[in-house]
């Protein structure tokens, strides 16, 4: 995830409404550093780093409901709630001390495993100014354009554009996840009919079911 990314936060006295980011490869996929566009080369890191220039990014808020209780969340490369936030819980329980190529590895059988009894939930979405009530696989708010083992998820993305986009997986059956999931590394997933992507400030989900909600993993 890349909360775990995140090792320092300081506030500039020069100007308070900056700040500075030191980022740490520690996550599993390092998806946050991909959405950078710096990747694992140590270099760029090392000079992205040191460098006088800067780079100013947007910061996104979960706000949901746990146990009754009001809970807020923030995030900088992305949120999701139904499928995605489904295979994300799972990996709570999955050990971590095998190396990246083993973890990424258990992380993509246990991702199977919950798209085995996964089931569509209706929600009443609203994206912008837009409202409807659907059937979802899932839906993925991201800042970045990078999420999970280096997913192409929101190529239209900007971290500095003002706003969030809204990758919606519509009323999908398994089989036509396992027919997608290739397009993904691609970016070429948003093309499918049951897929959109639109840019909001804002995107609020509604369902009479539970369901998991997500944010950096």
């Avoid at 994206?127 to 997913?151: K, P």
């Avoid at 998820?153 to 999931?181: E, M």
Wanted: glycine residues 8%; contains cysteine; neutral net charge.
């Amino acid at each position: 995830g890349t909360v775990n990314e995140v090792a320092n936060g300081i506030l500039s006295s020069n100007n308070p409404q900056s700040i500075i980011l030191g980022i740490v490869t520690a996550g599993t996929a390092d998806a946050f550093s991909f959405s950078l566009g710096i990747a694992e080369d140590h270099n760029v890191i090392n000079s992205f780093l040191t460098g006088r220039s800067s780079t100013l990014i947007d910061v996104g808020v979960v706000r949901c409901y746990n146990r009754g209780q009001s809970v807020e969340r923030f995030f900088l490369n992305e949120a999701s709630i139904g499928l995605a936030a489904e295979i994300v819980d799972s990996w709570k329980s999955l050990p971590t001390r095998f190396g990246k190529g083993v973890n990424l590895a258990l992380r993509t059988a246990t991702g199977y495993k919950v798209l085995s009894i996964h089931r569509n939930k209706k929600v009443k979405l609203q994206i912008g100014d837009e409202v409807e009530s659907i059937s979802m696989c899932a839906v993925m708010v991201s800042n970045g354009q990078y999420c999970a083992d280096r997913m192409l998820i929101a190529p239209h993305a900007s971290l500095n554009d003002g706003l969030l986009n809204a990758i919606v997986v519509g009323d999908v059956t398994r089989f036509d996840l396992l027919k997608i999931r290739p397009t993904l590394y691609k970016g070429s997933h948003v093309k499918h009919p049951m897929i959109r992507e639109k840019k909001a400030t804002n995107v609020t989900i509604e369902s009479d079911e539970r369901l998991f909600v997500e944010a950096d993993g």
